[in-house]
């Protein structure tokens, strides 16, 4: 396994990112755009019509051959025996403590190939951790650094997709992923997305990102479509109630208290499932809860109180743009997770009023 | 409107100060809004406190991060703009205009000899000196 390079990478779409005057920061060992024109103008435009994303900081796993699907069944907490070609399922890469290693999104490419895609901060990690689980008639091909991965997130993203592809995007179901040409070149198109907006994942190589970014900012352009950072990326996610690992989830939470028991299939084997299983039946000490904060902006990080003590703390905070509210989930006690229960958060040595609410705090309407 | 006024002082940590005799205005800078960003939240101290020059006043929360507001000047706060509270969007959009924190009544007027010139406050951020306008 080759070491991981203490460098800091930038992804094939830098030089864009820089003619369009983005605030470049470093996550997860990338330099990536924070913003453009402005998170909130940002978050707008994604929830009102389209914003473009360079997710290639991301990283992509491939299994192959006839015993993939069973390693990644053992190995991801949600029903991958149960993917049928052309699907996508959100699931946690759990350990034997029942704790997550990743949260990651498995696609069935074709009968035998599995396409992973993890967490940036992550990849070294999950590498290992595959490798060390890898079962029969399987190969393994890390392929994060050569895989780029632009997403178009919004109401009009299917829309100004299907100006450019010459798959019927339309017809692809939620979570549905096939093989496509995006502005002629060779992509795995998928209808996932991290915004709680309809949209689409567009996976090509290295090569081909930048004109397929060009295309989707020109053929968007009637609609409005802006690229969008991760100051934004990060607003719409915690709206949509997602998960950010590192954040609210990670080696030391597990499935249940986080909110993500759903992604658990029980009835299978899988790393960690008794002690989840157990969890579940004896019922989580802790919940992560979704609070509005009257007064000012919880922060990871920031003490959660009731009557002056300290009960929990702080996972996710923001402004949410959309709700127009100051949001945050917290680890809070179970029987404190209540709904319309009144905690406090502590914010810069005084504690704001903060109410249980339910979460997500935004979900767009369905037709 | 030009982002670094004329007829202002200004601080290294990118307020400004408005003088008319004892009583003295004080706000962020366009350059402090806009590294901010989406200003989303801001807390000022009540009429009545007592606010000491370089010391925290207030805070100004963006999506992004809170940041501190130094007092360029020491005084008792005689009022503070109820509306920046209400809709703290003010601070991005008039910085000098409706966007303005509090009103000081000034303890020592020699402190604003300690403040920064237009021309100063334009070389602190980089920008050419005399380079006025939008």
């Known amino acids: ?367 | 409107m030009s982002t670094v006024p004329d007829d202002l002082k200004y601080s290294k940590e990118h307020e400004w100060v408005r003088a008319d005799g004892d009583l003295v205005t004080i706000g962020i800078t366009h350059f402090a809004q806009e590294q901010l960003g989406d200003v989303v939240f801001v807390e000022l101290p009540e009429k009545g406190a007592t606010v000491r020059q370089f010391s925290s006043l207030g805070v100004v929360e963006s999506v992004k991060a809170a940041s501190d507001i130094y007092a360029p000047i020491s005084g008792e706060v005689v009022e503070r703009n109820v509306k920046v509270i209400e809709k703290p969007e003010l601070v991005n959009s008039a910085p000098y205009g409706d966007g303005w924190m509090i009103r000081v009544r000034l303890a020592d007027k020699g402190e604003l000899a300690q403040l920064l010139s237009p021309d100063d406050y334009r070389s602190h951020i980089g920008e050419t000196a005399g380079a006025g306008g939008d």
Not at chain 1, 349 to 357: C, E, I, L
Request: contains cysteine; glycine residues 10%; neutral net charge.
């Open chain 1, 1 to 367: 396994m080759a070491a991981e390079a203490p460098t800091i990478r930038r992804t094939p779409l830098y030089d864009k990112h820089a003619e369009l005057g983005a605030k470049m920061v470093t996550f997860a060992g990338y330099e990536m755009p924070i913003q453009y024109e402005g998170i909130v103008a940002e978050h707008r435009a994604v929830r009102g019509y389209a914003g473009l994303f360079d997710l290639s900081h991301m990283g992509e796993f491939f299994l192959k051959g006839r015993g993939a699907g069973a390693t990644l069944d053992r190995l991801v907490s949600s029903d991958i025996a149960g993917l049928a070609v052309g699907q996508a399922r959100y699931g946690l890469l759990t350990n034997d403590r029942g704790t997550i290693v990743d949260d990651v999104i498995v696609y069935r490419i074709s009968e035998a190939e599995y396409m992973v895609v993890v967490n940036a901060a992550n990849i070294a990690k999950d590498r290992a951790h595959v490798l060390a689980h890898l079962g029969e008639d399987v190969a393994f091909d890390d392929r994060s650094y050569g895989t780029a991965l632009v997403a178009i997130q919004g109401p009009r993203a299917v829309e100004i997709l299907a100006s450019l592809s010459d798959a019927d995007v339309r017809a692809l179901p939620s979570f549905g992923v096939t093989q496509a040409r995006v502005a002629r070149a060779r992509a795995t198109v998928a209808r996932t997305g991290y915004t709680g907006e309809d949209g689409f994942e567009i996976f090509v190589t290295n090569a081909e990102a930048a004109k397929v970014w060009d295309a989707l900012l020109a053929a968007g352009r009637a609609p409005g479509v802006k690229p969008i950072g991760l100051g934004a990326r990060d607003t719409l996610r915690l709206e949509a109630r997602f998960s950010l690992y590192g954040n609210d989830i990670d080696e030391t939470t597990d499935p249940i208290e986080a909110g993500l028991g759903w992604t658990c299939k029980l009835d299978k084997d899988f790393s960690g499932r008794d002690v989840i299983a157990a969890k579940k039946a004896e019922g989580p000490k802790r919940r992560l809860a979704g609070l509005v904060v009257q007064g000012g902006v919880a922060r990871h990080g920031h003490e959660v109180t009731q009557s002056g003590e300290v009960v929990g703390h702080v996972t996710s905070g923001t402004y949410g743009p959309t709700v127009e509210k100051n949001i945050a989930l917290a680890y809070v006690p179970t029987p404190l997770s209540k709904l319309g229960t009144v905690l406090a958060v502590r914010i810069r040595g005084k504690d704001v009023p903060a109410t249980v609410v339910k979460t997500p705090f935004y979900s767009r309407v369905t037709r």
